[in-house]
């Protein structure tokens, strides 16, 4: 199961997964674009982006940061089963 973690002014969207079996998270950011997404996954904790799909390396980068200094609630709320808090 994801659940949505915050979307963005462009209309990028970061979701995560509950805890997985190897007490890891998934994190997909998914960018609307003609006929489709721009898709990325990390996986938490270890920062492990383990797939991209129309973002530049400059999105990347910027991707990557953001999911650095959300990591702490994202795994909070992963673990304590995607609540939500708004």
Request: overall charge negative; some cysteine.
């Amino acid at each position: 199961m994801m659940w949505e973690y915050v979307r963005l002014e462009d209309d990028t969207q970061v979701s995560y997964s509950e805890v997985r079996e190897d007490n890891t998270v998934k994190v997909v950011v998914e960018r609307p674009r003609d006929w489709g997404f721009d898709t990325a996954e990390c996986i938490l904790p270890a920062f492990n982006w383990v797939s991209h799909e129309g973002f530049s390396e400059a999105n990347l980068k910027e991707l990557d940061d953001f999911v650095r200094n959300n990591a702490p609630p994202i795994l909070r709320f992963a673990y304590e089963g995607g609540r939500v808090y708004a």
